[in-house]
T-cell receptor
Framework: SQTIHQWPATLVQPVGSPLSLECTVE??????LYWYRQAAGRGLQLLFY??????ISSEVPQNLSASRPQDRQFILSSKKLLLSDSGFYLC????????????FGQGTRLTVV | AQSVTQPDIHITVSEGASLELRCNYS??????LFWYVQSPGQGLQLLLK??????LVQGIKGFEAEFKRSQSSFNLRKPSVHWSDAAEYFC????????????FGAGTILRVKS
C-alpha cells in the first residue's frame, strides 16, 4: 500500500535561518506531488506542485522553493526564513492526474521566531 | 487563474437538519471537482468527486454534491446532519493540464448543535 511520510512534525527556527522540509512517498511511482500551506480562514494554499523529477510549478511568489530530486521525494526549502513563513505545511501526492484522489501527509508546524 | 470560492467560513446547523455547503469555481474548461473533509486533529479525507457524467454525485457518509455548469458551482449537501459531521470542509478543483494543478478553497467550518 502507499504511504506518505513528512517530517519533521514540528519545527522552530529563527528568522534568517534556512529551511528544509522533506516528503517521501512509498508504494507508487511517478506520483504528482504537492506542497500546501494551511492557515485558518485561508484553506490550503497551493505553493508548489510537481508532475515529475525536476519539474516544479510555483504558484505563489515568495521566500520558498521546492525541488524533486527523486521520483518520490519532494523538498520544500528556504535560504532565509521570514516571520511570515510560519504556518502549517502539508505535502500531498496523487497517482497520476485528473480525478484521482490526493493523499496528505501529517503536516509540519513551522514557527519562525 | 483557477480559483475556488467557499463563501461561508462558518456554518452552524442543528443535528438532524439538512446541510448545504457552497462552492464556486473559476476555470475555463470542465474541471475535476472534489470535496474533502478534515475532522479536528485528523488529515483530509475525500468525500466525493466529479469529472464527467451524472451531475449529481454520491459520496461517503451520506453526502452528495451537484455540479451546475451554468452557475460554476459544486455544492455539497446532506439531508440530515449528525454531530460527528462537525469538521472543516474543503472544495477543490483539478485544473491545468490533465487536472494536475489541485487548488483548494478556503474551507467552511461546520458546527453541529444538539
Amino acid at each position: 500500500s502507499q504511504t506518505i511520510h513528512q517530517w519533521p512534525a514540528t519545527l522552530v527556527q529563527p528568522v534568517g535561518s534556512p529551511l528544509s522540509l522533506e516528503c517521501t512517498v512509498e508504494g507508487t511511482s511517478n506520483p504528482n506531488l504537492y506542497w500546501y500551506r494551511q492557515a485558518a480562514g485561508r484553506g490550503l494554499q497551493l505553493l508548489f506542485y510537481s508532475v515529475g523529477i525536476g519539474q516544479i510549478s510555483s504558484e505563489v511568489p515568495q521566500n520558498l522553493s521546492a525541488s524533486r530530486p527523486q521520483d518520490r521525494q519532494f523538498i520544500l526549502s528556504s535560504k532565509k526564513l521570514l516571520l511570515s513563513d510560519s504556518g502549517f505545511y502539508l505535502c500531498a501526492w496523487r497517482a497520476g492526474q485528473g480525478s484521482t484522489e490526493a493523499f496528505f501527509g501529517q503536516g509540519t508546524r513551522l514557527t519562525v521566531v | 487563474a483557477q480559483s475556488v470560492t467557499q463563501p461561508d467560513i462558518h456554518i452552524t446547523v442543528s443535528e438532524g437538519a439538512s446541510l448545504e455547503l457552497r462552492c464556486n469555481y473559476s476555470y475555463g474548461a470542465t474541471p475535476y471537482l472534489f470535496w474533502y473533509v478534515q475532522s479536528p486533529g485528523q488529515g483530509l479525507q475525500l468525500l466525493l468527486k466529479y469529472f464527467s457524467g451524472d451531475t449529481l454525485v454520491q459520496g461517503i457518509k451520506g453526502f452528495e454534491a451537484e455540479f451546475k455548469r451554468s452557475q460554476s458551482s459544486f455544492n455539497l449537501r446532506k439531508p440530515s446532519v449528525h454531530w460527528s459531521d462537525a469538521a472543516e470542509y474543503f472544495c477543490a478543483v483539478g485544473a491545468g493540464e490533465y487536472g494536475n494543478k489541485l487548488v483548494f478553497g478556503a474551507g467552511t467550518i461546520l458546527r453541529v448543535k444538539s
